[in-house]
């Protein structure tokens, strides 16, 4: 470790070889570039992505979501490229979402949205990428966003942002502890989804493509094979203050998890309606989707179902609430409504096939494994983000130092 000496400056105390600059002066600012009128996007892969704030998570880009341009589209805005070494960030609406560009999208088309900071100087992409997602970058970029309905942030105000600037090999070094977290986060990711195909074949194999029902087999409604759960209307249960409280697990939360704006509930709330690590929860209404949950200990909102069962495996109704969920989704759209959603009835009519005991218990000693594995991985990788995100802010002002 480094000896700590520090200096106060206009972002706080920094060592006192660190320099804090502002950010115009280390890189260039430049705007991506709206659709020409009457021009869309297009599903069929072409070679001109388009990166919209909607394709943006943390740190990085939805890849495999990406719409692209026609060809002549992308003639008529050829100029506003992002690429590998450049860092995004969002301007309009959901602002500050800040990352790096994919190797494999290197190249893309940027919506006016968002800004691109290119022809970096004296900083790497990567800590410049850190900053600006700790707790100091985003109170800046907070504080310099004007408008209240959709907030935005003007690029001449962009280059105002101070940055703390160490020498260029302790950028790297800090950077390349935080990237290793990272990577190890996205690798859990992969296999997770690598995972769920898996899973998601063989319960097709078995229960799906068969052309006959096996001897010994029945089928019941989905509704019988496990207990769905509807959540309370939490704001009947706010929390006290100063006194413990429970997360309030709502649709948002299965997308983005417990945030600083997710709403807060006391613990008087019935045992039931607790969610733990390892529960399937399955929003009905609005976006439906179902997760296995593994962001901790919570608490089940209305429009949204906890799936449990005493009599069959996890793995069983986890995978027939997916394999009905895109039937759900279009039940859900077809409500004339603004916000489709299903119904009790709809579950009771999803039939489901239960195999006999012998092949059940075959079937979950594959099917257990699987989905422990999954859940496992999901708890590494929220271990890794809690490091990663105590760590952020104490590297980036030099509290923790490396040499």
């Known amino acids: 470790m480094i000896p700590k000496k520090f200096k106060q400056t206009e972002i706080g105390k920094i060592p006192t070889e660190w320099e804090v600059v502002k950010l115009g ?28 704030v909607r394709d943006l998570q943390n740190r990085t880009i939805k890849v495999n979501e990406l719409l692209f341009l026609d060809e002549e589209t992308f003639k008529k805005i050829s100029r506003y490229l992002i690429t590998k070494d450049d860092v995004y960030i969002s301007i309009v609406g959901s602002i500050g979402m800040v990352g ?28 410049l990428s850190y900053f600006l997602n700790s707790r100091n970058g985003q109170n800046q970029i907070k504080s310099l966003t004007v408008g209240t309905t959709q907030g935005k942030l003007a690029l001449f105000r ?34 997770n989804k690598t995972l769920e195909a898996i899973g998601q074949a063989i ?21 019988e094979v496990a207990e769905f759960l509807n959540g309370l209307a939490l704001q009947k249960y706010p929390a006290k203050i100063g006194e413990e409280f429970l997360p309030a697990i709502k649709i948002k939360e299965l997308r983005n998890g417990i945030t600083n704006q997710t709403d807060k509930t006391n613990l008087d709330l019935p045992k039931n309606y607790i969610i733990n690590n390892g529960d399937i929860l399955f929003s009905w209404s609005g976006s439906l989707e179902v997760v296995i949950w593994t962001n901790g200990k919570g608490a089940l909102n ?12 996890k793995w069983f109704y986890y995978f027939w609430t997916k394999h009905y969920l895109p039937e759900f989704r279009n039940i859900a759209e077809d409500k004339a409504t603004t916000m489709g959603h ?12 239960v195999p006999d005991k012998k092949s059940f218990e075959e079937m979950s000693k594959l099917m257990i494994p699987l989905i422990d594995k999954i859940i ?6 929220q271990t890794l983000s809690a490091i990663r995100d105590a760590l952020l802010p104490k590297l980036m002002n030099g509290e923790v130092r490396i040499k």
């Open 203 to 223: 319960f097709k194999k078995w229960f799906v493509d068969i052309e006959k029902i096996p001897e010994g087999w029945k089928t019941k409604p989905l509704d």
């Open 376 to 381: 496992n991985l999901k708890l590494e990788s």
């Open 342 to 353: 299903i119904q009790r009835r709809h579950l009771t009519e999803s039939e489901v096939l």
């Open 302 to 313: 209305q429009h949204l179902f906890k799936v449990s069962s005493k009599e069959y495996p």
């Open 100 to 127: 790096l560009v994919p190797e494999n999208i290197s190249g893309a088309n940027l919506t006016e949205n968002c800004a691109r900071l290119t022809n970096l100087n004296r900083i790497t992409k990567e800590w």
């Open 25 to 52: 002066n280390i890189c260039e600012v430049k705007s991506g570039k709206r659709l020409p009128m009457g021009r869309f996007l297009v599903e069929y892969k072409t070679n001109h992505p388009y990166i919209r």
């Open 158 to 191: 962009i280059k105002d942002i101070e940055i703390p600037l160490p020498p260029l090999p302790e950028q790297l070094s800090i950077a390349s502890i935080l990237s290793s977290l990272d990577a190890k986060i996205e690798l859990n990711q992969q296999m």
